[in-house]
């Protein structure tokens, strides 16, 4: 869909997408341009739409310059590079007016795909290809560098930063060096010889992205596991969780070897599914190591019941759940964040789980230490909701930072000497008053010793079936769910948080809401903006929802899951929040929540205190 | 059913094992299982085994699933830590509290509900990675606790206490077991203890996946005739084709046999098991011999019990993830992370 005019000054602020067809080398070759923008200095935004497939289906890469440092998706598109002869009807369609796209000239084009209002370029990839490297898989691998050589000529990116990031990919592989870059300097020149260099949307040197790195959520999270200390991992390949456990899988087999024995200090268990990877995650925490699954929807639901019984039976477990579409099998290669009630509820009987949002993958990092120490602490499972917009894409993000003074915090785990002093040892007794009974872990002290259960059981660690004795228990457990709200990370808020109204975002909407936020100011709409980080709901939650008329929800899933939580587990009244919903598998943009507020607010009206959007 | 405890006076003159301990410090709570339950027997079985090895009760940990073989977890080693997880995902609760600390032993409890059905792609799977535990599949061939369907290991034509006929074939986990790479393969009769002890010791020192299937009738469902998991049926078609005696090491082998019975197996820590083989062609250290002898029993409706098949040559899990001495949960943490200076070398990558 055209959207509106490219503005005047389009310097490094322009968005382009390129479609390719899946398997051809093309996820390389698109990294590279955005690789080389960072490297110039220039924030950069970079979305992997992707098929669940291997070869031979669409895909579609995104790059949005933003000299303002915005993270989302802005809505608009000013150069395509339409590789795909079959989505190209499409991929026309999309090009905002003004904008410009480029297809392979090898072949001609029907002329009913053309369009007045933009600026159509033909580059003979193929055929420059053909002409210059041998063998088939080759040439269609260097027809995808050769276009990153006419970006590089139309948008003046530098080709010294082009060759140094090709050395550093091919390390010791110079032929591959060398190909490479022969195909990108045979784009380059055709370029120079036969179109009009540089376009007037173009990059040009900044000093912006010092002191950041490009890195996906996946990889920040498997790192995270690393630091937090986690010793035993295991999980069911799905996507889009997979990069998570490869991540710490590959971090590991460098860091985690033991120099004299060359035996390792962690194990990684590749389960038969997701039942099984909880199980094995729940018997290596109840047993005192760290551990962790990374999953997807339909893990999380084949888990569910072992959610329960770690939720009852006082286990600590770090679930990752890397949110994709949904319902059922969905789209697993498109992004959502439609389990956010699934999480907070999981299993059957009386649980609510703590849950943590990350918004990109810097959070991702120092959320999942958060979330091993929050488990050890409660003794219950964290949830760590990402989803695959965070977990695959590169962000743009500051540089990891990590305090050597930190120590894992294990929570309430008695060692031989305590559990020696005590006449009795029972696990499910409130000692410190806090709702957190102590632990003990096995091989440590027979006195130490209970049974674990998933049954009826008292707060002496007991079988139960009677009603008082099972009370006590399963109501502690609501205390120390509630608790937990003061212990989780706080929402972040922007704006003085007097405004009538408020946007209220989780997760990967965040980028989107808050250049939202700028925007609507421009307009005149001023807005106050909370990111809620955690769920149960703390203070800050609560005040901000009770100081704002007006609340848009901002969420990327059909039946505002979020708001609904806010409604069962606040004090807020319903009919002040509504609800920006976006659920197309794409990461939502700042466009739709501009849209989505001024289609309530915009043109002088009022807020209205009755009208519900859903 | 005895809702009573157990009193805690003990006979001075109890016999003790090495570390002075007697039978009664390895017992748990009262059992809730029906009087002449098979289950109770494999209880007492346990204890027996566990105090004659020495094994501390902090030593052991207890897993087990849901159904009535699952509770009897709770009937022995109270000093032990006990996980009674959800139906049929023992096994990788065990997988996961094993990777966590290599240096316990493990003993998982379950039935033929709990493992062969539910939890059947469970049991299949820790038996294909080998997790250093011993596994007994309390089996009746019925559901108790729901009172009394048939349960996957029903042998066809086997009949419930209403007289209606199992027409499905079933599942034998010692075949089972054999034809997934399992290292130490079981079978045994709750009535016959003599034989069961010392598979009980062997299974728990071997290293890696001890399977003993033990028929364990279940006298309030699956005890009447018509029945192929009663006592008196088990008892009639009861093959015993190699009977084990575990050995601990430095202690003499003073049993007496005759020449050519009995053959010495080493353990990997120095223990021995003598073999003897009932079944003179038996040959229990080859596995395609052992399923052929089975299943060709099994044909004319015997039971063949005993240890079935031993190797020594299957890394364990931990063996197969290489993973250091030191349990994975006593890591020093120093040792898991390079630090704000690892951090900065690793981050250049995505600069």
Known sequence: MAHTAPAPDRLNDFVIKLANVNGTGSASANALVMKAIFRMGIPVMGKNYFPSNIQGLPTWYEIRVTRDGYVARSGRLDLMVAMNQETYPKDVREVSAGGYLIYDSTWPRSTLLTREDITIIGVPLAKICNENFVGVRNRILMKNVCYAGVLCALLDIELDVIRQLLAETFAKKQALVDSNMKAVQLGYDYAKQHLECPLPIRVSRMDRTAGHVMIDGNTAAGLGCVYAGATVGAWYPITPSTSLMDAFKGFCARLRVDQETGNNNYAVLQAEDELSAIGMVLGASWNGARAFTPTSGPGISLMNEFIGLAYYAEIPAVIFDIQRVGPSTGMPTRTQQGDILSCAYASHGDTRHVLLFPANPEECFYLTVTAFDLADRLQTPVFVLSDLDIGMNDWMCPELKWDDAYRPDRGKILGKEEIEKLTKFHRYLDRDDDCIPYRTLPGVSPKGAYFTRGSGHNQYGGYTEDSEEYQIVLDRLKRKFLRAAAMVPNALIEGPGDREVGLVAVGSTDGAACEAMHILARRGVEVDYMRIRAFPFGKDVEAFLAAHRTIFVIEQNRDAQLRSLLTLETGVEKSRLRSILHYSGLSISSQVIVDGVMAELGEGRRPSVTVVRK | ?351
């Open chain 2, 1 to 351: 059913m005895s809702f009573i405890n157990k009193p805690k006076v003990r006979h001075p003159d109890l016999p003790r094992n090495e570390l002075g301990l007697t039978r009664r410090d390895y017992e748990g709570g009262m059992s809730t299982l029906c009087a002449g339950c098979g289950h109770d027997t494999v209880t007492a079985s346990i204890i027996e085994a566990i105090w004659d090895l020495g094994i501390r009760p902090e030593q052991l940990v207890k897993l087990s699933g849901i159904g009535c073989s699952s509770k009897t977890t709770a009937y022995f080693a109270s000093g032990a830590h006990g996980f009674n997880g959800v139906h049929g995902r023992m096994p990788s609760v065990a997988t996961g509290a094993n990777a966590a600390n290599k240096n316990l032993y493990y003993i998982g409890v379950s039935g033929d509900g709990d493992s062969l059905s539910i939890g059947f792609g469970q049991f299949a799977h820790a038996i294909r990675r080998n997790v250093n535990m011993l596994y007994i599949c309390e089996n009746n061939g019925v559901y108790g606790l729901t009172k009394g369907q048939f349960s996957a290991s029903a042998d066809i034509g086997s009949k419930t206490k209403k007289g209606e006929e199992n027409l499905q074939a079933p599942v034998d986990p010692v075949l089972a077991a054999l034809s997934l790479g399992g290292s130490f393969i079981a079978r045994s009769f709750s009535g016959d203890r003599a034989q069961l002890i010392p598979l009980i010791k062997a299974g728990l020192m071997h290293k890696g996946f001890a399977l003993i299937d033990v028929i364990s009738p279940c006298v309030t469902f699956n005890d009447h005739e018509g029945s192929t998991k009663s006592y008196a049926y088990t008892r009639e078609h009861y093959e015993p084709a190699v009977n084990a005696d575990y050995i601990p090491p430095q202690r003499e082998i003073y049993v007496d046999y005759a020449e050519g019975e009995v053959a010495p197996v080493e353990m990997h820590d120095g223990s021995r098991l003598l073999l003897r083989k009932l079944a003179p062609d038996y040959d229990p250290t080859h596995r395609g011999k052992a399923f052929n002898y089975l299943r060709d029993r099994l044909r004319e409706g015997e039971h063949v019990t005993g240890l079935i098949y031993i190797s020594h040559n299957r890394p364990e899990m931990h063996e197969m993830n290489a993973t250091v001495d030191v349990p994975l949960n006593a890591v020093p943490y120093e040792k898991l992370q390079p630090g704000a200076a690892g951090l900065e070398k690793i981050l250049k990558r995505y600069a």
